[in-house]
């Protein structure tokens, strides 16, 4: 049996000293503290929430090399996104998958001066990409791969070509240009996924959400969850709050000479749209709006997700997707595809995330950079704090993170976490499903959400009272198997990181409903703890996902 959070925080009681504490459950944080885990270090993680419930629950959901970035001429960053891509792509194949991507084109030779504009600092917004410039940046984009790529090279298609595979795309579209990224299924997963393969590595190594570090007097972690509080130290305090890390660093005692983050918001809309899944044609389209801002659209789990905003924020919060932001999405779209209806009652959910950019007086938040560096903070104990990172190159900035903790403590690397499988991913391939012996649909669900940790999963629910919640695939034994295994404690858990039921527009009543049954026996929740949680979750859902569901009766609204 996994550790139970009871005997995490009686260990934590006799024993409060920690070689690394890492504050921030995100990728970035779960990154760091997976490869902490794994040079042996006694290395806690601390997160205030839930594990991925900020920004890195508000991601395009694409893993990418960041071709855009050319133009802002961050090479360096473009070759580290491309190699780390590829990585993710062999070392967690349940998960990460690639992506064909077309880009329809307009014009022939704007845009040719954008990229030695950004080289030499400007700032402002680019101009519109015609095929010269796309196709000079597509084949730098090749070169960059070199001879290991995993993905096919560019192509170029003419009028004929293009209007034969997109034949919804608007009339000004003279060409296009298509190349393959990668896209990720369920990124909260592999944040949970990493953080159980470094206690299995290492049982030294703790993960707490729901959890808050303090300075008083000394390191105070507070458990949330019970009100508990203990008493703990740390050689080195890893800062990976994202957005939040100017305020959090101050707090925790660092000295800031300077501001480290500039926050952008981006928005995103999930739409059930089956003219428009059609219209892609498999592909994710990647095209600009008439702002100069470039845009997103793909197929996701059965649904189409588009986006996204970027607008500065002066303060990180938590966020939502503006009726202005939806409909800057959904002008984009129409101009798109013209000829596809898209409503507003076809929007399933909605998310927004605060991006942790790097400090930049930008006029154009498109040339803000999408790269990571490492800061220490200087304080009673010592800070390293992390400063951008996106998902795709989340391990590389773990490893700098890494590699500058044990140079700090006076120890040396003992294995790279360059090469190793990530949970599910470990003897996964397309053809794993085949010995589940279990209904095609129920089968496809398991792999799809637990890749090669399906049998496993799969025998918990037989060994457990089991049965189909309400109008979805999932079961209530992955329920229990969320709780006990994965660290869940509140429905947004179960019903929006532990699985995509929420962003797939699956949720209802009767299954919120038989879900908060399972978790209250499990957890010993009140009556009223329960209904209150209903009504929680029934409120964020609302006010942060564009979802409205009338709360069952006997539940205040």
């Not at 607008?311 to 009726?323: H, I």
């Not at 498109?366 to 990571?372: A, I, L, Y």
Request: hydrophobic share 40%; glycine share 10%; charged share 20%.
């Amino acid at each position: 049996m996994p550790e139970t959070r009871q005997e995490k925080l009686a260990r934590i009681e006799s024993d409060g000293a920690f070689d690394v504490i890492v504050v921030g459950g995100g990728i970035n944080g779960i990154g760091v503290f997976h490869d902490l885990a794994h040079q042996g270090l006694r290395v806690l993680l601390v997160e205030m929430n839930d594990f991925c419930s900020g920004c890195s629950a508000a991601p395009s959901r694409m893993i990418h090399g960041g071709l855009r970035y050319l133009e802002n001429g961050e090479i360096a960053l473009v070759r580290e996104s491309l190699a780390e891509r590829d990585r993710l792509l062999r070392n967690a194949p349940h998960f990460v998958r690639p992506l064909p991507t077309v880009i329809p084109i307009e014009r022939w030779v704007s845009g040719l001066a954008n990229a030695a504009l950004g080289f030499l600092g400007f700032t402002g917004r680019p101009k519109p990409r015609g095929a010269l410039p796309i196709k000079l940046g597509l084949a730098l984009y090749d070169r960059i791969t070199g001879r290991k790529r995993l993905l096919p090279r560019h192509r170029f298609r003419g009028q004929a070509a293009t209007r034969a595979m997109w034949p919804a795309f608007g009339p000004r579209v003279r060409c296009s240009a298509s190349y393959h990224d990668a896209w990720i299924s369920h990124p909260e997963r592999l944040g949970i996924e990493l953080i159980g393969d470094a206690t299995a590595a290492n049982p030294q190594a703790i993960a707490l959400n729901y959890a808050r570090l303090a300075q008083d007097d000394g390191l105070v972690l507070t458990d949330t969850a019970t009100g508990r509080t203990f008493t703990v130290s740390a050689r080195i305090i890893v800062n990976a709050t994202g957005a939040w890390i100017d305020e959090s660093a101050a707090a925790l005692g660092a000295r800031l000479g300077e501001r480290l983050v500039s926050g952008t918001k981006g928005s995103h809309l999930i739409l059930e749209n089956p003219a428009l899944l059609a219209a892609l044609n498999g592909h994710m389209v990647y095209y600009e709006h008439s702002d100069g801002r470039v845009c997103i659209v793909f197929p996701y789990l059965g649904r189409v997700l588009a986006g996204s905003t970027d607008l500065r924020v002066d303060k990180a919060s938590r966020t939502a997707c503006s009726p202005e932001e939806r409909d800057y999405i959904l002008t984009s779209l129409a101009g798109l595809f013209p000829q596809v209806t898209i409503t507003l009652d076809q929007i399933v959910y909605s998310y927004a995330g605060i991006r942790p950019l790097p400090f930049s007086k930008a006029d154009f938040t498109g040339r803000m950079s999408r790269g990571h560096a490492v800061r220490r903070l200087a304080g009673n104990v010592p800070q390293i704090g992390m400063v951008g990172g996106k998902w795709t190159t989340y391990r590389a900035f773990a490893e700098e993170t890494a590699d500058l903790v044990l140079q700090d403590l006076g120890l040396t690397r003992r294995q790279s976490t360059r090469d190793l499988a990530i949970g599910g991913g470990r003897g996964f391939s397309d053809a794993f499903a085949k010995g589940l012996n279990l209904p095609a649909p129920r089968q496809a669900h398991l792999v799809d959400l637990y890749g090669a940790l399906a049998p496993k999963v799969a025998a918990f629910c037989a060994a457990v009272p089991d049965q189909a919640l309400p109008g979805v695939v999932m079961t209530k034994g992955e329920v229990l198997w969320f709780i006990r295994h994965e660290q869940a404690l509140h429905l947004a858990d179960v019903l929006q990181r532990r699985s995509p039921l929420a962003i797939r527009g699956e949720l209802s009543l009767p299954l919120i409903d038989a879900t908060v049954r399972v978790m209250a026996q499990e957890l010993g929740w009140t009556n009223a703890q329960t209904q209150t949680e209903i009504t929680r979750f029934l409120s964020d859902l609302e006010t942060y996902h564009g979802v409205r569901l009338a709360p069952p009766k006997g539940v205040a609204p």
